[in-house]
């Protein structure tokens, strides 16, 4: 599977253990941003080692997420757990060349090093007594232990990289003692997966959470033990819930196909998303084209970023407006549906969400204002008292009769029937309109009332005007 190229090539690689959140999906976003950018590949790569806490259904969540956001991979979905035979291959070819060796250090061991040293106020790590080194005798190995599989770590010097994001990283080699790369049954751990996947995969840029800024070391050390450089580093700051904790179901965080549940348009995530630790000068508001013409990994944030839903709903009601009514139509159509509708579609569909779009954030809540078109309508009691008054029945009933007449059913024919209505009764709009909305709308304020009735068919508003 080894590729050689000289093309940008980004990864995804979530695991599986939970629904991804928003928080996520942002370590998603800017990969394949930046291999779009640059022309590169982006790659998708499910890591499901941890078979006790992987599900499918997290890795369904993971699928559609991306879809529905548009992240779609150039590459993949690999699977790790369809890569053993490779990782078996590499650390057999590891103890070959004296990269790794075989501890037979049993858990009670190891445990008991580790009260040792702490009881010394020393840091917990693994002492190396199974470490070959020359002219050293090792202990007689063991009948009752199956032996973990352990890198040869360097034990002087220090490791560091420049970090796209936090700049220059350094670690002392004294720091990082000979990590276990696969179990006593034989099953290899995650940070010699990644390494074996970032080299196969041919990975140039690794942008992640900086929850692995302390795996890199370790990573670097087998990459290059493995005859290869390591790739380029972007460490992403957290993402903090609204109460200023890390995101993560456990403190309330929703999984990514809640949104598209609850009718965000992607293109209004993927702008709000790309905004939770990168900037393009004041620009709030863009196109994903435009995200992707603009993104590089030189203005990403230092600092945490804070999920705020007021301000997801304001770009969420943002790109409503900016979207093309023919485009929001099927969208709109679908989440109709959900409410019980049968299929609509066609250009009277689109024209009620231009009226209509500008007051909602998300499809849903467009749908729910489109809803009284296709199905009865009850106004609140409340409603009703206020403004179906005795005063104003005599000229509902009399627009009732204007409107069943009219030779044409569009607005300007339908403000016409109204001033007529208005003038016949002396009356102000203000105190005809509501009543008028009320009845046909069961909502005391819509847009322009010419418009909205034009939408419905001439006989429904005949017949709630009449009803009163």
């Known amino acids: ?55 499918q259904e997290a890795v369904d969540v993971i699928l559609e997420g991306m879809h529905w956001l548009g992240l779609d991979p150039d590459e993949g979905p690999f699977y790790q757990m369809q890569r053993m035979d490779r990782y078996k291959q590499v650390l057999a070819q590891m103890l070959d060349e004296g990269l790794a060796y075989r501890c037979y250090m049993s858990q009670a061991e190891l445990d008991a090093l580790r009260e040792r040293q702490t009881a010394e106020k020393l840091k917990p790590r693994y002492d190396g007594t199974w470490r070959p080194e020359s002219g050293k005798a090792l202990p007689a190995v063991p009948q009752s232990v199956s032996p973990v599989i352990r890198f040869r770590s360097p034990i002087s010097g220090s490791v560091a990289w420049d970090d796209k994001v936090k700049g220059r990283i350094e670690f002392s080699n004294d720091e990082l003692d000979d990590l276990i790369i696969a179990r006593a049954d034989g099953t290899p751990t995650y940070n010699f997966c990644v390494v074996v996947d970032d080299i196969d995969m041919a990975i140039t840029h690794v942008i992640r959470g900086d929850d692995h800024v302390n795996n890199t070391p370790r990573q670097i050390h087998i990459l290059r033990a493995l005859g290869h450089e390591p790739p380029v580093y972007a460490h ?57 013409e603009w993104f590089n990994l030189d203005h ?76 009865a309508v009850s106004a609140s009691e409340e409603d009703l008292a206020v403004h179906v008054t005795a005063a104003a029945r005599p000229a509902l009933t009399a627009l009732a009769v204007r409107l069943d007449g009219v030779p044409s059913w569009d607005a300007p024919s339908i403000q ?47 017949a709630r005007l009449r009803a009163n």
């Open 1 to 55: 599977m080894t590729i050689s190229t000289s093309r940008v090539r980004t990864r995804f690689a979530p695991s599986p253990t939970g629904f991804i959140h928003l928080g996520n999906i942002r370590s998603a976003l800017y990969p394949w941003a930046f291999a779009r950018a640059n022309g590169g590949v982006f790659v998708l790569r499910i890591e499901d080692t941890d078979a006790e806490r992987s599900s």
């Open 236 to 292: 992403l700051p957290t993402v903090l819930n609204e109460h200023g904790e890390k995101m993560s179901k456990r403190h309330g965080a929703k999984a990514v196909t809640h949104y598209r549940d609850e009718g965000y348009l992607p293109d209004a995530m993927v702008n709000y998303l790309s905004r939770l630790g990168w900037s393009h000068g004041d620009d709030e508001i863009f196109s994903r084209d435009q995200f992707v």
């Open 300 to 375: 990403l944030g230092k600092s945490a970023a804070q999920f705020d839903e007021a301000k997801l709903r304001w770009v969420g009601a943002q790109h409503m407006k900016l979207t093309d009514d023919a485009l929001l139509a099927p969208l709109v159509a679908e989440q109709l549906g959900r409410l019980g509708h049968e299929a609509v579609s066609g250009q009277r569909l689109a024209n009620m969400c231009g009226l209509f779009k500008d007051r909602c954030a998300t499809t849903v809540e467009l749908a729910q204002w489109l809803d009284m078109y296709f199905g």
């Open 416 to 462: 016409q029937a109204i001033k007529a209505t208005l003038t016949e009764h002396g009356m102000k709009m203000p105190q005809l309109a509501p009543a008028v909305r009320v009845l046909v709308c069961a909502r005391a304020q819509t847009p322009s009332i010419d418009s909205v009735l034009s939408l419905f068919p001439r006989a429904t508003v005949v």
